[in-house]
């Protein structure tokens, strides 16, 4: 099992930015993917963006061009910097790691954007 806590969520106008932070407790390199999920009020959670151990990431259409996930293995980090924010980005965003024995959910940081 790992903790997984997230920072960085906020309000923030259309347009601005946020950084969001996934601490974990333990080296995120024996982590064969983690990855940034959001859920909106009524709707399923949702895919942001992954990466992988080998540094592969994968994104959402609705995100592309405009998030961007990242690691510090020093830091056992994972990063999402979201750029140019939309009203619809709003909801509860979740860091999550997966390996050979099952995933581990953070608690969520919430991020509103106002139009």
Not at 24 to 52: C, D, H
């Amino acid at each position: 099992q790992v903790q997984l806590v997230e920072s960085g969520g906020g309000l923030v106008q259309a347009g601005g930015s946020l950084r969001l932070s996934c601490a974990a407790s333990r080296n995120i390199l024996n982590f064969n993917v983690m990855g940034w999920y959001r859920q909106a009020p009524g709707k399923q959670r949702e895919l942001v963006a992954s990466i992988t151990s080998g540094g592969s990431r994968n994104y959402a259409d609705s995100v592309k061009g405009r998030f961007a996930i990242s690691r510090d293995n020093a830091k056992n980090t994972v990063y999402l910097q979201m750029n140019s924010l939309k009203p619809e980005d709003t909801a509860v965003y979740y860091c999550n790691a997966w390996e050979a024995s099952g995933g581990s959910w953070g608690q969520g940081t919430q991020v509103t954007v106002s139009s």
